[in-house]
């Protein structure tokens, strides 16, 4: 057999070799790295987002709270690679500094907050220029891009020592996934007239994690209005039932939606792909 002939042989051998280890190779990446966005809700307003290039987002990731799937799910989750919080509340703030110090998760959040969860000790080195910005700033993160958006509240919170530390402007987040879908986020707000211009600026919105319980946020009538304002293909329900106050329910917003969308309500610990 000639140099040549030898060449193309090995050429071929490595081509099927490749060919025989690409459905073992897929086999062993997670569902959502298959072309789906996974979504997971474990309670409150805290959600997971993975993406079909495995990135992994934590919302709000308050994983303690009374509806949490499962006790200590903060020192459980395998991967994180950005910290989304919308606003300095202990029930959004919740377990981002012990995810951060155990996965090196980035902070995206208000330059305000970021500074004070850094000094509550998020480590510095994660929450950076890159990742902290304001109201219309988008940050790339992984393959989504994530922008902060208005949303209607107060903000602040109290470490572990008892010290108090400003949060800055409470935010929504509008999630920009390549490939997939565009996921809104509205954070602890009431109904705002900014909500409309979200579909002008990002286009169609295909997942609303929108806030029902009312008493903090709005309730599942002024919920509705969003909405509509926003015409989302599929709407999630959060921050309702986890303390009596917060009584509004699903069931609430779908009889005020009067069928004008879905509303999807998501089972604590159960991704599901969108």
């Not at 799910?73 to 500094?97: M, R, T």
């Not at 903090?216 to 293909?233: E, L, S």
Request: net charge neutral; aromatic share 6%; with cysteine.
């Amino acid at each position: 057999m000639s140099s040549a002939s030898r060449s193309l042989a090995r050429l071929a051998a490595l081509a099927l070799a490749a060919l025989a280890a690409a459905p073992l190779a897929a086999s062993a990446q997670p569902k959502a790295a298959r072309g789906k966005t996974e979504v997971t809700w474990y309670g409150h307003a805290a959600f997971v987002v993975t993406t079909p290039g495995g990135t992994v987002l934590a919302i709000d990731p308050w994983l303690s709270n009374p509806k949490a799937p499962e006790p200590g799910l903060a020192g459980k989750l395998p991967k994180v690679d950005y910290i989304l919080v919308s606003h300095g509340h202990f029930d959004h703030v919740g377990d981002a500094i012990a995810i951060a110090k155990r996965t090196g998760a980035k902070l995206i959040t208000n330059f305000d907050l970021g500074s004070s969860l850094v000094a509550a000790g998020y480590p510095k080195d994660q929450a950076g220029m890159d990742t902290l910005g304001n109201m219309g700033g988008t940050i790339q993160a992984g393959d989504a891009a994530v922008t902060m958006v208005t949303a209607v509240h107060s903000s602040g919170f109290t470490d572990e020592k008892g010290t108090g530390h400003p949060g800055g402007n409470p935010m929504g987040f509008v999630i920009q996934v390549k490939g997939g879908p565009t996921i809104y986020h509205t954070g602890d707000t009431d109904l705002t007239q900014d909500m409309k211009q979200l579909p002008e600026r990002f286009g169609r919105v295909d997942v609303m994690l929108t806030c029902i319980g009312g008493h903090f946020t709005m309730d599942p009538k002024a919920a509705a209005i969003a909405v509509g304002y926003v015409h989302p293909r599929t709407v999630v329900p959060m921050h309702f039932g986890t303390f009596p106050a917060i009584a509004g329910t699903p069931d609430e917003l779908r009889a005020a939606l009067k069928g004008k969308a879905e509303v999807r309500v998501l089972e604590p610990g159960k991704p599901v792909g969108f």
